[in-house]
Nanobody, 123 residues
């Protein structure tokens, strides 16, 4: 599976950005897609995940209520709408995918990683 990420960029605090991630290749079966993020000098952290079969989601507390993940199964795509952005959201965001039904927060549970997308939020 290959993951193609798009979106991101620069926003002001309180603004919005949207990320998308499209999977290609062997995309059949049960899957989870989501995003991790890594700020300079910090460890990579789980942000959000969604299960393809039923749309179940899991959000990190830090983004809950501000970020919304959605999926488009027909196009093997996940979207991340990020609202009310904060400077602390500035990071490289990595789209991820795993085969299976569980949404894990540990990065080593994800089989496939997209190229990182930079999100910068200015105060």
């Amino acid at each position: 599976v290959q993951l193609q990420a798009s979106g991101g960029g620069l926003a002001q605090a309180g603004g919005s950005l949207r990320l998308s991630c499209t999977a290609s290749g062997r995309t059949f079966g049960t899957w989870v897609m989501g995003w991790f993020r890594q700020a300079p000098g910090k460890e990579r952290e789980f942000a959000v995940g969604i299960r393809g079969s039923d749309g179940a989601t899991h959000y990190a507390d830090s983004v809950k209520g501000r970020f919304t993940i959605s999926k488009d199964n027909a196009n093997n795509t996940a979207h991340l709408q990020m609202n009310n952005l904060r400077p602390g959201d500035s990071a490289v965001y990595y789209c991820v995918r795993r085969t299976g039904a569980n949404i894990y927060v540990a990065p080593d549970r994800y089989d496939f990683w997209g190229r990182g997308t930079l999100v910068t939020v200015s105060s």
